[in-house]
Structures are given as structure tokens and as C-alpha cells.
């Protein structure tokens, strides 16, 4: 698993240590530390500042903070989250939208009152985890009603690492770790740590003293000689603790402590526990046996002076605690696993409210990602379509035949069909309509609603019940504002961008689906905050394909059409109409060498108005050049993936006309084809710069020439886009789906 941890980062913190612990148990994880990034902010008097006003000063930049990270890191499985201080609600939102899901660990007591207002921010937050690790067990109410999610209670830790005793070589032990009575912490104002230290002096013990602080305790005078210096970690920490006789375990009161992360550390590290006599210490050690407890100072003392008086007894509680520590699953890991196992137990718990994803018909490239996304999360979410047209078969206007797609696009995953189409108006807005969406909200009542588009009466009615509702509104849908700029005015472009804000204004999510709609989005309001990117995305036919089984479908296919082995093909996929711009292949061929076209054969896979006019120009390129080109028709999607294979560059001249992203440059790359595109095509910005790929102005024969010129003398290459295409894959989108949709589920 993929864990992003978010706390404090340095070696001697317990927070370094959970983070390290969650590493040796096999995860991979990514460490964060807002402690590190805002120190600045977080040391001196701002610190002191930030800590009484509870750091309500800096939330918008942790916020910051918190995008900058995640923009720069891949996506991950879970974050885990400890101490929380410094984020709020919109911080640890944003986290659980990366993620999918947000743990919480703090074992202070943010809902006592011993810090004032330094967990502000954290309360803020708190209803955005969806599991909340406490080490109190009143903290578990408490939580649960200051709105957390679930709240797991446990309790605080040793490390399997950090804390393991180590034997010196020699068998001698530092002067310094020399003790008969060892108290290793920080004096807390008012608490009687003090006290008990002094009335172990006054009765001629002498205790060594390690921690910051005690300089302003009333007594100072008469600890001073018995203080060692300030706080001790690492080794020294452990050898303080196993050398000593006794070591003292003392709680705060304050933060209404049964017992703390002492309580763990000494038996584990091979050192004696004499603790304040508690609940939690009882249950943890069979007192007199493997601990030792007091309730007084003066019990403290006698304690103390009969183990002092009994070295063989020492010895036996020492090794008789540290067995008991190990059996008890207090260690660093121990929690980890516990923790993921509860992770593990929610998720596999259906959801008590799905995600409505709203779709006017199934669509090729869509409904893979609805069934890859059901097999991750059974349950999550459910597809809501207008119409199963798509399925039943329709005579497409740009294809010019009649498309029933083969591939299934309605099985695999939970869906309704509302039958809101309307007869003799494709195309039009009101083509589908969305009577029956408010009853249907009202009854499913679901977590968040998905739109997909926004051009027709169904989707636009869909968005419209859902914020009347008060249901979240999350937005997928192909629009960039490089289609049709030229044909726009200046009243019309301003008309539909303010329509974009007012649409935007009220969702809560957006997923990018490549960079021109994530321009599209910032630009009409929407904050890089609330976007997530799910690339669009075609299932991979080819995935479990080796090479020889390609070569052999390329040569068969070859074959059919009459093209021989050392041949070059250059091949166009798609709707043969003017916005593809498809005759402009023609056009560019015809600037080639004739050495470069004195084996090249043209491949146009599709159908559409434009077709008569290629065969024709076809007939003029081959008398002129002796070009062969081959016109096969439509080709249903389940068959498609040899054509590529028999393509050495694949091409899409398409014009600023509504080429949102181009998928079958996605299909081109699949089967490593060459690609030769125009700045028309939406997906140029991410595959421009790739090795083998081409970029060219709209309308320009000359440009595309010259891009061919280059892509045909290299050799064919089955592999080459494969690793590039991974952020690109189906799987990819459907986790990114899942990760936010798993956010808005209770």
C-alpha cells in the first residue's frame, strides 16, 4: 500500500517512528512534514502565537502547503495523518480526495482543556477523517460527538527499533547511566512532578533528572544538583532507562493521562516501571510482579526504598515487564496493523450511500471505467443513464451508418436506465430529458451526484435537483475552451463563460481530464483545490498481448489488404467529416520524397459524409504517386486493435472544431504507432513532447509533411509508449474516481 504520511518527521518523535514502523511492515510510504515546511511560522513568538489562537493565522497556508505536496506526488492508497493540529477541514477534505481515505492518530486530548485553543484548527478537520486513533477512552465519545466519522480507541506505544536494548560490548555501563532512580521527562507547571522528585531527595535518594523545564519549577534549588540536562533521545534515551534501578512514570493531569507512551518504552527497553497507580497501569501489569505502582510521593518513596533493598526482585519485574509489554501489542507496529486492519474492515463495508453518476447513453470509452471501478469498491457508486441507445444500436449522423457498439457496456457494474429520450430531435438539448431525477434523488438519496456533461436537458435538470437537494455536485466532462475559439464572438464567449462560473460556482469536485479542461476550469473559477486528475482514459486490448502475438495479427492484417511486410502505413481512425480534417493526409503525402512514397499505403478505418470525396482524391494520389489507399468502413471497437498494429503512423489533422482530446490517440500509443497530430486535437499538450509523437498547426499540409517525414524512417515499435500510457489507462481513472468518491461516502 501507498501511504502519505503527514506529522512530524524528526528521528527522535514518536510520530517518525509510527511512519517508520508502517515501512517495516511492508508499505511504501511518503513522509510530509508541515512542522518542517512552516517552521518559520511554528518556532519563537509566532510559534506562541499560532499555539494560543489555534494556528486559525496560518490555515490558508498549510492549505497551500497541502496542494503544492500533492500536486507534485502520485496518487497513494491512504494518508495517515498524525497530530492533526495544523489542518482544518479543508485541508484534510483535500488530503481524502487524493487518498480516497484519511487516518487520524493524536494521543494528546485535544477535547480536554489543559491547551486551550491550540486544537481550533484540529476540531475544524475533525469530521473529515474517516477514522479517527485515540489512546483515551473518553476521547472516543467526545470525538464522535464533535462529528468524527468512527473513532478507534488503543493505546500509546513503544517502538519494535528505537526502543530495543542494546548489550555494550564490554558489559560496562556509562557513568552517566549509572543509576539507582531515573526520571526522564518535562516538568508540567502545577502538576507535582516536582514534588515527587523532591521527596525522594529529602529522603536521601538521588534521582537523575532528564528533561526541559525544571528550572522553573518552585524547588529548582534542590533538584538543580539531581538534573542531568534537557530532554535525551535515541540510544541514550534507552540506555538511561535500561541501566537505571528504577525508572519513574509519571502522568499529566492535564491531559487526563491513565497512562502514557513511558508506560510502554521502559519495560521494553529493559528498565523497571514505577508508575502512578492507575486503571490502565493494572490492566497493563500485574502490579508487585512486573511493575511497580504509587499513588503518593511518599508511597513513591517507600516503593522505591524496597526495591533498592532487593536487586534480585529488580532484575525479575525487569525481565518479567518486558515479556509482558511484547504481549500486551503495544509496539509501533503492533498499532499499524491494527489501524490498517480497521481501514481495511471499512472499506470492505458497503457504503451506506453511493455516488450517482449521471450519463445520457453507455459509452465506449466510459462504462470500462465504471466496470474497473466496481471491481475496486462493489457498491460505491451507481450510473444513472438517460437513455441505452448506444446498446440497442443508432443510425449515427456523422458515421453515416447505423452503431451498435460491440464491446459490453452495461454489465459489470450497477446501472438504471430512465428511457428520457425524446424522438426526432438528435442532437438537440432536449433530445434527453429529466423527468423523474427529483423523485429519484429523493429516494436514493445519494452521498454525491457525478455529471458527465452539461449539454442536455437531462444533465443540466440533474445538476439542478442535485443542488436543491443540498446533495454534493462532482463534474467530469470533456470541455476546453480551444474548441470552436475561433468561431466564438466576443458577446458569445463571454455569455458562456459566465454560464461555466455560475455552473461551477455550485459543485463541490472536479475531475481534470487532461490539461486543456484543467486550464478550462481555473480560469472559470474553480480552485486547483478542488480538482482531481482522471485522464481520460480507453481500455487496453493489447495488455496481455506479447510480441510475437502482436507481430503476427500486424502481418495478418498486412496480408488481407495486400500490403507487404516491409511497407510503411500510415492510418487514420475515426469519422470521416470535416473536423477531422482527414483529406488533409492527402494533401501532405504529396509533399513527401518519392523515396518515401514509393511504399506507403494509406489506411482511413471509419466512415462518415466525407468519404466519396477521399476515394476520389485517393485515385488522384495513387496516379500521381502511386500511393495505394485503403478504405475498409466502419470498424466496431472489438476490432480495432489489429488495424493499429498494421499502422506504422497514426494520424489525426483535426481542425479547432470540438476535438475535446482525441481517445484514439490513446489507442494509436496502445499499440505503439508513431502519432502525427494537430494543435486541434485536445491531447497534444500531453503527448506533444513525447519521443514519437508529432505535433503540427490546423490546415498546415506542410507542417504535417514535414511530421511524417520524420516519424516514417523509424523502426516499428510495439513498446515505446507503453510506461508513458499507465497514467492514461482505465485502472488509472477508475482510481481516481474511487479515491473521491470513497471521500463523499459516510
Known amino acids: 500500500m501507498k501511504i502519505l504520511y503527514i506529522g512530524d518527521t524528526s528521528p527522535s518523535s514518536t510520530s517518525r517512528h509510527r511512519s517508520d514502523a508502517l515501512e517495516r511492515i511492508g508499505h511504501e510510504v511518503t513522509r510530509l512534514s508541515p512542522y518542517q515546511a512552516l517552521s518559520k511560522h511554528l518556532n519563537g513568538w509566532a510559534g506562541v502565537l499560532h499555539y494560543r489562537t489555534g494556528y486559525a493565522l496560518i490555515r490558508r497556508r498549510v492549505q497551500t502547503w497541502v496542494e503544492e505536496k500533492l500536486q507534485a506526488l502520485p496518487p497513494h492508497d491512504l494518508c495517515w495523518v498524525d497530530s492533526g493540529e495544523l489542518l482544518d477541514d479543508v485541508a484534510v477534505r483535500r488530503l481524502r480526495l487524493f487518498c480516497g481515505r484519511v487516518v487520524l492518530f493524536n494521543h494528546d486530548d485535544p477535547t480536554g482543556g489543559r491547551d486551550g485553543a491550540r486544537f481550533n484548527t484540529f476540531m475544524k478537520g475533525l469530521p473529515e477523517y474517516n477514522l479517527c486513533v485515540v489512546v483515551r477512552p473518553f476521547n472516543v465519545d467526545e470525538y464522535l460527538q464533535c462529528g468524527a466519522r468512527a473513532v478507534m480507541r488503543t493505546y500509546m506505544t513503544y517502538d519494535e527499533v528505537r526502543h530495543a536494548p542494546v548489550d555494550v560490548p564490554d558489559g560496562r555501563v556509562p557513568a552517566q547511566f549509572?543509576?539507582?532512580?531515573?526520571?526522564?521527562?518535562?516538568?508540567?507547571?502545577?502538576?507535582?512532578?516536582?514534588?515527587?522528585?523532591?521527596?525522594?531527595?529529602?529522603?536521601?535518594?538521588?534521582?537523575?533528572?532528564?528533561?526541559?523545564?525544571?528550572?522553573?519549577?518552585?524547588?529548582?534549588?534542590?533538584?538543580?544538583?539531581?538534573?542531568?540536562?534537557?530532554?535525551?533521545?535515541?540510544?541514550d534515551y534507552v540506555d538511561a532507562i535500561r541501566h537505571a534501578r528504577i525508572c519513574l512514570g509519571m502522568l499529566s493531569k492535564g491531559n487526563r493521562d491513565q497512562h502514557t507512551t513511558r508506560s510502554m518504552e521502559i519495560p521494553y527497553a529493559g528498565g523497571?516501571?514505577?508508575?502512578?497507580?492507575?486503571?490502565?497501569?493494572?490492566?497493563?501489569?500485574?502490579?508487585?510482579?512486573?511493575?511497580?505502582?504509587?499513588?503518593?510521593?511518599?508511597?513513591?518513596?517507600?516503593?522505591?526504598?524496597?526495591?533498592?533493598?532487593?536487586?534480585?526482585?529488580?532484575?525479575?519485574?525487569?525481565?518479567?515487564?518486558?515479556?509482558?509489554?511484547?504481549?500486551?501489542?503495544?509496539?509501533?507496529?503492533?498499532l499499524c496493523r491494527k489501524v490498517l486492519a480497521q481501514v481495511a474492515a471499512q472499506r470492505a463495508t458497503p457504503p451506506r450511500q453511493r455516488v450517482l453518476v449521471m450519463d445520457v447513453?453507455?459509452?465506449?470509452?466510459?462504462?470500462?471505467?465504471?466496470?474497473?471501478?466496481?471491481v475496486m469498491q462493489p457498491g460505491l457508486f451507481e450510473v444513472v443513464y438517460a437513455s441505452d441507445t448506444s446498446v440497442k444500436g443508432y443510425r449515427d449522423a456523422e458515421f453515416g451508418v447505423t452503431v451498435a457498439w460491440d464491446t459490453p457496456l452495461m454489465s459489470g457494474y450497477r446501472h438504471r436506465v430512465m428511457g428520457n429520450e425524446r424522438e426526432g430531435c438528435t442532437g438537440a438539448p432536449r433530445q434527453y430529458h429529466g423527468r423523474g431525477l427529483w423523485g429519484l434523488l429523493k429516494q436514493v438519496r445519494p452521498a454525491?451526484?457525478?455529471?458527465?456533461?452539461?449539454?442536455?436537458?437531462?444533465?443540466?435538470?440533474?445538476?439542478?435537483?442535485?443542488?436543491?437537494?443540498?446533495?454534493?455536485?462532482?463534474?467530469?466532462?470533456?470541455?476546453?475552451?480551444?474548441?470552436?475559439?475561433?468561431?466564438?464572438?466576443?458577446?458569445?464567449?463571454?455569455?458562456?463563460?459566465?454560464?461555466?462560473?455560475?455552473?461551477?460556482?455550485?459543485?463541490?469536485?472536479?475531475?481534470?481530464?487532461?490539461?486543456?479542461?484543467?486550464?478550462?476550469?481555473?480560469?472559470?473559477?474553480?480552485?486547483?483545490?478542488d480538482t482531481s486528475d482522471a485522464w481520460f482514459s480507453v481500455p487496453d486490448p493489447l495488455e496481455s498481448w506479447d510480441e510475437t502475438r502482436k507481430l503476427e495479427a500486424r502481418r495478418a492484417m498486412r496480408a488481407s489488404l495486400s500490403i507487404a511486410d516491409d511497407a510503411q502505413v500510415i492510418g487514420f481512425f475515426g469519422k470521416l467529416i470535416a473536423k477531422k480534417h482527414p483529406d488533409l493526409i492527402l494533401e501532405a503525402v504529396k509533399r513527401l520524397p518519392p523515396e518515401q512514397t514509393r511504399r506507403l499505403h494509406l489506411v482511413f478505418v471509419g466512415a462518415g459524409d466525407m468519404g466519396p470525396q477521399l476515394q476520389k482524391h485517393a485515385e488522384t494520389l495513387h496516379a500521381e504517386c502511386g500511393v495505394r489507399v485503403h478504405f475498409p468502413g466502419f470498424i466496431n471497437q472489438s476490432a480495432l486493435a489489429p488495424w493499429y498494429l498494421a499502422t506504422d503512423v497514426f494520424v489525426l489533422p483535426s481542425r479547432h472544431q470540438g476535438e475535446a482530446w482525441g481517445l484514439v490517440v490513446n489507442e494509436a500509443l496502445q499499440a505503439g504507432c508513431a502519432v502525427a497530430i494537430t494543435?486541434?486535437?485536445?491531447?497534444?499538450?500531453?503527448?506533444?513532447?513525447?519521443?514519437?509523437?508529432?505535433?503540427?498547426?490546423?490546415?498546415?499540409?506542410?507542417?504535417?509533411?514535414?511530421?511524417?517525414?520524420?516519424?516514417?524512417?523509424?523502426?516499428?515499435?510495439?513498446?515505446?509508449?507503453?510506461?508513458?500510457?499507465?497514467?492514461?489507462?482505465?485502472?488509472?481513472?477508475?482510481?481516481?474516481?474511487?479515491?473521491?468518491?470513497?471521500?463523499?461516502?459516510?
Open 448 to 529: 454525491a451526484v457525478m455529471l458527465t456533461q452539461s449539454r442536455y436537458h437531462f444533465d443540466l435538470w440533474a445538476y439542478t435537483c442535485a443542488v436543491l437537494q443540498g446533495i454534493p455536485v462532482l463534474v467530469r466532462q470533456e470541455t476546453q475552451d480551444a474548441m470552436f475559439a475561433q468561431q466564438r464572438g466576443w458577446l458569445k464567449s463571454r455569455v458562456r463563460s459566465g454560464l461555466y462560473r455560475f455552473y461551477y460556482a455550485r459543485a463541490q469536485h472536479f475531475f481534470v481530464f487532461g490539461q486543456l479542461n484543467r486550464q478550462h476550469l481555473l480560469d472559470h473559477g474553480v480552485r486547483s483545490i
Open 679 to 746: 494543435e486541434g486535437v485536445g491531447c497534444h499538450v500531453e503527448f506533444g513532447r513525447w519521443e514519437r509523437v508529432r505535433v503540427s498547426p490546423v490546415e498546415d499540409a506542410e507542417a504535417l509533411a514535414r511530421s511524417l517525414a520524420e516519424l516514417l524512417p523509424l523502426p516499428r515499435d510495439f513498446s515505446w509508449a507503453r510506461p508513458g500510457m499507465a497514467a492514461y489507462s482505465t485502472r488509472a481513472a477508475a482510481a481516481s474516481l474511487r479515491r473521491v468518491f470513497e471521500a463523499y461516502t459516510p
Open 272 to 334: 523497571l516501571l514505577c508508575a502512578e497507580r492507575t486503571t490502565e497501569h493494572q490492566a497493563l501489569y500485574d502490579e508487585g510482579d512486573e511493575a511497580v505502582f504509587w499513588s503518593s510521593p511518599e508511597e513513591c518513596v517507600e516503593v522505591c526504598r524496597g526495591l533498592l533493598a532487593d536487586p534480585a526482585r529488580i532484575a525479575r519485574i525487569k525481565a518479567a515487564g518486558r515479556a509482558r509489554v511484547i504481549r500486551n501489542q503495544v509496539g509501533s507496529e503492533d
Open 178 to 235: 549509572d543509576n539507582d532512580i531515573v526520571f526522564i521527562g518535562r516538568n508540567m507547571n502545577g502538576e507535582g512532578r516536582d514534588l515527587v522528585l523532591l521527596a525522594l531527595i529529602r529522603a536521601g535518594l538521588k534521582p537523575a533528572i532528564w528533561g526541559d523545564n525544571w528550572q522553573r519549577s518552585p524547588v529548582w534549588p534542590e533538584l538543580a544538583p539531581f538534573w542531568r540536562g534537557g530532554s535525551i533521545s535515541g540510544r
Open 361 to 374: 447513453q453507455p459509452v465506449q470509452y466510459k462504462a470500462p471505467v465504471y466496470q474497473m471501478l466496481e
